[in-house]
């Protein structure tokens, strides 16, 4: 007994049998003075290098040895073995690669130096033989520890490189060209925060991972052995470029890039065999594509017919950390293929449609599910990892060789498209666009086949985990390319003898959703499901729908409806997702706006859904509104009774109890435990709903108040995230009645929402959650949106209010302007800068000071986007007080405090100093409130400087060089400055810097709407004592007859447009000149008219007969006002000139009724 208590504990301590290894090693040490080990020491070596490689290809255990133990026993193996010894060199390399990966040891510098050096000497020194084992090791050793190996760069990468020896196209021995090609590959894994290697070894393993992807497979090469090569130069690209330093900018680079990888994309597929050219070139058209069809091979049709009866993957386990060699993960994916047949291309649009088999329940795959925020290709990093030999061996029972060979071909393909998703993240997309006909699909011509595409892998490769990763490719190339697609049209027949590119690209975009929508009827992963319906919303939200043919959208619209109540989450909110693009894509779009008034079964039945009752169970949240608040004659513009059918499936799912049997994979969520949906379901609901809202307010109106309700009760739940929608859907809806009562609303007033029906609303709202978010919640997101949402409110609605309801929404905007957030600080802000124009608030003295304070307050912020926020209420609240200034006289402003009219000056005049996106509102602030000081503030000494300092800062924000919103605002605050009279306008130094400034503006400036509102605060001044001495008039003068006769010439094209607008207000301020010129500014006029006479005549002629303008101001001149003007001008300058008693030569009044006249003589013509 007491022997037995003596024995060691069954579980031994984490890493002990390892230690004993160590241990056993240290024994071996060769004694003093002993220079070779014996032969019974090297019998030992060998046989504790068996066992230990042995163990690490077994179980894991529980807990592995620490990484400094692993690494002292390598270096001990390395100091035991002597490089002349090869047998036990290939041993101890087989162990470090083995333990290395198992373990996932990180080695430390000194050690990766020791044992990197021992694997170079070997590759030197050893013979061929051993060359692979050694190999496997150096590239185990090299794995995430690129910027530790710069200095053996010159050995593995230089021009007589060991790596670039042995990766060599002339290699013999495939399996060494293939180690090396993975150790280079290993080399190209950068790490965060460490330098890069440099653009010259960079370049060599680009070219070598090139030429390996080039290169064709001989006859002695086994089709195994060349896709793992193919693997291994595919990865080693995409590291690279992931690595953020391989820029593809010369296109023979980029072109032979992608014409490997397009030729990758295809490797092995069934059915398909096609030669790709040596380079792609960017070109408009369709490159030529030669394709020769392949028979079916004989193995297919029993590969087919496992798809009945599908087998499990393969559960050997991966290792972690180095990809290693390839192909462990998907060897199940040959026998998982879908119901996709070689025939499936034969499917025409019209089939899926009408298809009584489309329901996506009926196929539904038994796929384990996979989070939907998963990158597909960015998960296929186990993909790439070595197996062991036991792994890797199939048997005749696992579907034999013919079945890994397609999985390791499937596993190239993966490959190559996981790199043109690097690439495409690495170039800009201008250059993509170059390359689109080479790998999206255009519409086939009469005779000819269609081209090999993206879609191709899409439709008719046997893997889904492929195919998802050709869906994620095309979603990459078809995010942002909006601009690009932009240019497709073919709403009107062309009858040409030329196809154009407009043409050719909306062909290109039909023949995508033909082919999305073939995929989507034929898949059955939920995985690969998932990615056809984003790769969809990525269409629909780059598609210009408005210049193409209708029709599109409806088919989408149609075939993505079953998919709502699909099995599989993912696809549940990746359809609602595609719902939202079609509502928010171009809105409002007659096509959709006709879907969404379609009655709700329509579309339902055709399409094999089998839960109608779902949807119609929604009836329980709508409530009838009051007879007495219904809106006039259905505003809503529905042709049905019912609710539109996308408005009821949101609302269904945002407020009703989950049914269990709609999902079964709500278990992958933790949150799922609620009566609710899913949440990631829900939020995409609400998301739809404000899309929906925003694009066809008309569609929701009916149910305004119903909405409402259900943006309450989202409010009053506990999970933030719902809140936070419910929240952006009470701003939508608010925002959506603002635009209906915009003065330029196109809305009749009939067929708004009533105002009372608004004022209902918010009572609602101000009386449920939203107060409470405002004062309470920890979440600053949420009080942004809530802020944002609170100043949605209609100005109409708000003044019939209650009192106390008022009083609330003030109080909560002027308590959150102190919150210690940013975000909510910037949204108080900005919603006080929305209620200061609320006509029942701004004449309120109180409550505009409150409010000024608080701004001033917010001004001085640290957070950039505070102070724009607030700079931008300053501007409003000024303009307040000009409006109060002329509609309540000087009662308001002798009640409006002294002392916060100076503070607002000098507030504005430092904020003028600040970045552009608070500069633009403070010149404007400063505008409004210099127009608002009257002579006793002019003339207080208090005031003196801090005027003088804002007119300063006006006129150097005119001459800046700042954006051209800026100085547009300064030109038009100093144009509000000039309308002041207690300003000393004409006789203050000042005067002469402003009109400098402004005349050089309406010369120069590069932006023509700046030089218009200069143009325009030059045409301010109503008398001649205010443009100063002679010298001064003469100069605006000039300046603006010099402007005038470079009214055309612009750098920008897109500048032309404006020089119309310039040219009628130069005139006008032209005119407003003459009307006001004295005797002694004449002798310049004369002489510009002597000079220049004719060109100004043919301006102010164009200017007369123009008609009907609307100028920059908004205020309309007609052509009778305008000869009236001139007019005025010929009667003022006649009396001056009758002054004179004839001393004038040329009379500059007569030089103006001959072009009254001509301009009569024109009119008549016309007439007649």
């Known amino acids: 007994m007491a022997a037995t208590v003596v024995v060691g504990p069954e579980e031994p301590e984490p890493g002990g049998s390892f230690r004993r290894y160590l241990a056993r090693l240290g024994a071996l040490r060769p004694q003093p003075g002993?220079?070779?080990?014996?032969?019974?020491?090297?019998?030992?070596?060998?046989?504790?290098?068996?066992?230990?490689?042995?163990?690490?290809?077994?179980?894991?255990?529980?807990?592995?040895?620490?990484?400094?133990?692993?690494?002292?026993?390598?270096?001990?193996?390395?100091?035991?073995?002597?490089?002349?010894?090869?047998?036990?060199?290939?041993?101890?390399?087989?162990?470090?690669?083995?333990?290395?990966?198992?373990?996932?040891?990180?080695?430390?510098?000194?050690?990766?130096?020791?044992?990197?050096?021992?694997?170079?000497?070997?590759?030197?020194?050893?013979?061929?033989?051993?060359?692979?084992?050694?190999?496997?090791?150096?590239?185990?050793?090299?794995?995430?520890?690129?910027?530790?190996?710069?200095?053996?760069?010159?050995?593995?990468?230089?021009?007589?490189?060991?790596?670039?020896?042995?990766?060599?196209?002339?290699?013999?021995?495939?399996?060494?060209r293939r180690a090396a090609v993975r150790?280079?590959?290993?080399?190209?894994?950068?790490?965060?925060?460490?330098?890069?290697?440099?653009?010259?070894?960079?370049?060599?393993?680009?070219?070598?991972?090139?030429?390996?992807?080039?290169?064709?497979?001989?006859?002695?090469?086994?089709?195994?052995?060349?896709?793992?090569?193919?693997?291994?130069?595919?990865?080693?690209?995409?590291?690279?470029l992931n690595g953020g330093k391989m820029k593809l900018m010369q296109t023979d680079q980029l072109g032979s890039l992608l014409a490997v990888l397009k030729k990758c994309m295809f490797h092995g597929l069934p059915g398909l065999s096609i030669e790709v050219p040596a380079a792609l070139y960017p070109a408009p058209l369709p490159q030529y594509d030669k394709r020769s069809p392949v028979k079916q091979e004989p193995s297919e049709p029993a590969a087919s017919k496992q798809t009945g009866n599908r087998r499990k993957k393969?559960?050997?386990?991966?290792?972690?950390?180095?990809?290693?060699?390839?192909?462990?993960?998907?060897?199940?994916?040959?026998?998982?293929?879908?119901?996709?047949?070689?025939?499936?291309?034969?499917?025409?649009?019209?089939?899926?449609?009408?298809?009584?088999?489309?329901?996506?329940?009926?196929?539904?795959?038994?796929?384990?599910?996979?989070?939907?925020?998963?990158?597909?290709?960015?998960?296929?990093?186990?993909?790439?990892?070595?197996?062991?030999?036991?792994?890797?061996?199939?048997?005749?029972?696992?579907?034999?060789?013919?079945?890994?060979?397609?999985?390791?071909?499937?596993?190239?393909?993966q490959g190559a498209l996981a790199c043109f998703l690097s690439t495409i993240k690495s170039i800009e997309k201008r250059v993509l666009y170059g390359y689109w006909s080479a790998f999206v699909p255009d519409a086939p011509g009469i005779g000819s086949p269609q081209s090999v595409s993206l879609m191709t892998i899409a439709l008719k490769d046997p893997s889904p985990k492929t195919r998802a990763c050709a869906l994620q490719v095309l979603s990459a190339i078809l995010e942002g390319s909006k601009q690009f697609l932009s240019v497709a049209e073919d709403a009107n027949d062309h009858r040409r003898a030329f196809t154009p590119f407009s043409v050719t690209m909306?062909?290109?975009?039909?023949?995508?959703?033909?082919?999305?929508?073939?995929?989507?009827?034929?898949?059955?992963?939920?995985?690969?499901?998932?990615?056809?319906?984003?790769?969809?919303?990525n269409l629909v939200s780059n598609a210009p729908y408005s210049r193409l043919k209708p029709g599109l959208l409806t088919r989408v619209w149609n075939q993505i409806k079953p998919y709502i109540c699909h099995k599989d989450v993912n696809?549940?909110?990746?359809?609602?997702?595609?719902?939202?693009?079609?509502?928010?894509?171009?809105?409002p779009l007659p096509e959709v706006q006709l879907l969404l008034q379609q009655p709700s079964s329509s579309g339902l039945n055709n399409s094999g859904s089998a839960t109608p009752h779902r949807l119609n169970s929604s009836e329980q949240w709508r409530k009838a509104l009051p007879s007495d608040e219904e809106p006039p004659d259905n505003p809503a513009g529905c042709t049905s009774s019912e609710p539109c059918w996308l408005l009821r499936l949101c609302v269904s799912i945002i407020v009703l109890p989950r049914e269990d049997s709609c999902s079964d994979s709500d278990a992958n969520f933790p949150?799922?435990?609620?009566?609710?949906?899913?949440?990631?379901?829900?939020?995409?609901?609400?998301?739809?709903?404000?899309?929906?809202?925003?694009?066809?307010?008309?569609?929701?109106?009916?149910?305004?108040?119903?909405?409402?309700?259900?943006?309450?009760?989202?409010?009053?739940?506990?999970?933030?995230?719902?809140?936070?929608?419910?929240?952006?859907?009470?701003?939508?809806?608010?925002?959506?009645?603002l635009q209906q009562y915009k003065p330029d609303s196109a809305v009749a007033p009939d067929q708004r929402v009533l105002v009372s029906v608004v004022?209902?609303?918010?009572?609602?709202?101000?009386?449920?959650?939203?107060?409470?978010?405002?004062?309470?919640?920890?979440?600053?997101?949420?009080?942004?949106?809530?802020?944002?949402?609170?100043?949605?409110?209609?100005?109409?609605?708000?003044?019939?209010?209650?009192?106390?309801?008022?009083?609330?929404?003030?109080?909560?905007?002027l308590g959150l302007n102190h919150s210690e957030n940013p975000l909510v600080k910037a949204a108080a802000a900005r919603?006080?800068?929305?209620?200061?124009?609320?006509?029942?608030?701004?004449?309120?003295?109180?409550?505009?000071?409150?409010?000024?304070?608080?701004?001033l307050n917010s001004l001085h912020d640290k957070s950039p986007n505070v102070r724009a926020k607030a700079a931008w209420s300053l501007g409003n609240l000024t303009d307040t007080l000009i409006i109060n200034l002329e509609t309540m006289g000087q009662s308001f402003q002798e009640e409006f405090s002294d002392l916060l009219l100076l503070k607002m000056l000098r507030s504005a005049t430092e904020a003028s100093k600040d970045r552009d996106k608070v500069k633009s509102n403070a010149v404007r602030a400063l505008g409004n409130v210099l127009h608002f000081l009257q002579p006793h503030h002019v003339a207080n000494p208090r005031f003196r400087e801090a005027i003088e300092d804002s007119l300063q800062a006006l006129i150097a924000t005119v001459q800046s060089e700042a954006t051209m919103k800026v100085r547009w605002n300064a030109c038009y605050a100093l144009g509000n400055v000039f309308k002041n009279p207690a300003l000393p306008l004409g006789e203050a130094p000042w005067t002469t810097q402003a009109y400098s400034a402004l005349s050089s503006v309406v010369k120069s400036c590069k932006n023509f709407k700046v030089r218009i509102k200069s143009a325009m605060a030059l045409s301010i001044p109503s008398k001649r004592e205010c443009y100063g001495s002679t010298e001064q008039f003469c100069q605006i003068w000039s300046a603006l007859v010099v402007a005038l006769q470079k009214s055309e010439d612009t750098e920008d094209f897109l500048e032309f447009k404006y020089s119309a607008s310039l040219r009628t207000q130069i005139c006008q301020a032209l005119l407003h000149l003459l009307s006001l010129a004295k005797s002694t500014d004449l002798p310049v006029i004369r002489k510009t008219m002597t000079e220049n006479g004719d060109a100004i005549k043919s301006y102010v002629l164009q200017y007369l007969k123009s008609g009907v303008e609307e100028n920059e101001a908004g205020m309309q001149t007609d052509s009778c006002e305008r000869e009236r003007v001139l007019k005025g001008a010929i009667e003022h300058l006649s009396g001056i000139e009758k002054q004179l008693e004839g001393k004038a030569r040329v009379r500059v009044s007569g030089y103006l009724e001959d072009i009254l006249t001509n301009h009569a003589n024109a009119t008549e013509l016309t007439k007649v």
């Open 34 to 176: 002993a220079e070779r080990p014996d032969g019974g020491r090297r019998t030992e070596l060998h046989l504790l290098f068996d066992q230990l490689i042995s163990e690490s290809c077994g179980p894991a255990p529980a807990a592995g040895p620490s990484p400094q133990d692993v690494c002292a026993l390598l270096v001990q193996a390395c100091q035991l073995v002597h490089l002349d010894q090869e047998h036990l060199v290939s041993k101890v390399c087989q162990l470090i690669h083995h333990l290395l990966n198992r373990f996932q040891v990180m080695v430390d510098e000194q050690n990766l130096n020791f044992l990197l050096s021992y694997c170079i000497s070997a590759l030197k020194q050893c013979n061929s033989w051993t060359h692979v084992e050694i190999l496997q090791a150096l590239a185990a050793l090299v794995y995430n520890n690129g910027p530790k190996c710069q200095k053996y760069l010159p050995d593995l990468l230089g021009k007589t490189g060991l790596l670039v020896q042995f990766s060599d196209s002339a290699q013999p021995d495939v399996e060494l």
């Open 183 to 240: 150790s280079m590959a290993n080399l190209c894994l950068s790490v965060s925060g460490q330098p890069y290697m440099d653009e010259s070894y960079r370049s060599v393993c680009f070219q070598t991972f090139l030429s390996v992807l080039q290169s064709s497979k001989t006859s002695d090469v086994d089709d195994i052995t060349f896709c793992m090569l193919l693997q291994n130069a595919l990865k080693g690209i995409q590291l690279l």
């Open 314 to 413: 393969s559960k050997g386990k991966q290792k972690k950390g180095e990809f290693g060699e390839e192909g462990g993960e998907d060897l199940g994916d040959a026998g998982n293929e879908s119901v996709l047949g070689a025939n499936m291309l034969k499917l025409r649009l019209g089939d899926v449609q009408n298809s009584p088999g489309s329901d996506p329940r009926t196929r539904a795959s038994d796929v384990a599910y996979v989070p939907a925020g998963k990158d597909h290709l960015s998960s296929h990093h186990a993909s790439w990892k070595r197996i062991s030999s036991s792994e890797s061996e199939y048997s005749d029972a696992e579907g034999g060789m013919q079945s890994k060979v397609r999985s390791y071909q499937a596993n190239v393909r």
């Open 506 to 537: 909306a062909s290109s975009i039909r023949e995508l959703h033909r082919c999305l929508l073939l995929a989507l009827v034929a898949e059955s992963s939920s995985q690969t499901l998932t990615q056809i319906v984003k790769c969809l919303a």
């Open 571 to 587: 696809v549940r909110v990746s359809s609602l997702t595609l719902l939202g693009a079609i509502v928010s894509v171009q809105a």
């Open 671 to 737: 949150a799922f435990s609620s009566i609710y949906e899913p949440c990631p379901l829900r939020l995409e609901s609400l998301q739809v709903l404000a899309l929906l809202v925003k694009g066809y307010f008309s569609v929701a109106q009916s149910y305004f108040l119903e909405l409402g309700e259900v943006a309450c009760r989202c409010m009053e739940e506990m999970d933030p995230s719902v809140q936070l929608h419910g929240a952006k859907l009470l701003e939508e809806l608010g925002t959506g009645v």
């Open 759 to 813: 004022v209902t609303f918010w009572t609602m709202m101000l009386s449920g959650p939203l107060p409470g978010i405002l004062q309470n919640s920890p979440h600053a997101t949420l009080q942004t949106s809530a802020c944002d949402a609170l100043s949605s409110i209609l100005p109409e609605a708000f003044s019939s209010l209650q009192n106390d309801q008022q009083i609330l929404c003030v109080t909560l905007l």
């Open 831 to 855: 919603a006080l800068g929305v209620y200061i124009l609320f006509s029942c608030l701004r004449q309120d003295v109180m409550f505009v000071a409150d409010t000024a304070n608080a701004i």
